[in-house]
């Protein structure tokens, strides 16, 4: 038998949950200057408990072609990547409106 979501209580296959939570999202894409002079891409603003942020991670460090890691519940790329990353956070369900670069 499905195992049904105990948000949405539809099955977990169709559950809605996660595509619903993408739209309410606040998310802010900024670079941040470390150590050496390097640039950092960072979003922040993903609700952990509603979107598996280690999944949006990998996905972007994949089609970015970048190394990156998760902390303090926030995302950071190495190099600048501002205007791509929103590209591909649109592209992945979020909501065009809700990302502040």
Same mark, same amino acid.
């Given at each position: 038998?499905?195992?049904?979501?105990?948000?949405? *209580?539809?099955?977990?296959?169709?559950?809605?949950?996660?595509?619903?939570?993408?739209? &309410? !999202?606040?998310?802010?894409?900024? /670079?941040?200057?470390?150590?050496? *002079?390097?640039?950092?891409?960072?979003?922040? *603003? /993903?609700? !952990?408990?509603?979107?598996?942020?280690?999944?949006?991670?990998? &996905? +972007?460090? &994949?089609? +970015?072609?970048?190394?990156?890691?998760?902390?303090? *519940?926030?995302?950071?790329? !190495?190099?600048? %990547?501002?205007?791509?990353?929103?590209? %591909? /956070?649109?592209?992945?369900?979020?909501?065009?409106?809700?990302?502040?670069?």
């Amino acid at each position: 038998m499905n195992e049904i979501c105990p948000r949405c *209580g539809l099955p977990k296959p169709i559950c809605v949950c996660e595509s619903i939570a993408k739209e &309410s !999202q606040q998310i802010k894409v900024y /670079l941040e200057n470390k150590k050496f *002079g390097k640039t950092c891409t960072i979003i922040e *603003g /993903l609700n !952990q408990k509603e979107i598996d942020i280690k999944e949006v991670a990998k &996905s +972007l460090k &994949s089609k +970015l072609a970048c190394g990156g890691t998760v902390k303090d *519940g926030k995302i950071e790329l !190495q190099g600048a %990547h501002k205007g791509k990353v929103k590209r %591909h /956070l649109i592209d992945m369900g979020f909501s065009p409106g809700t990302i502040a670069t």
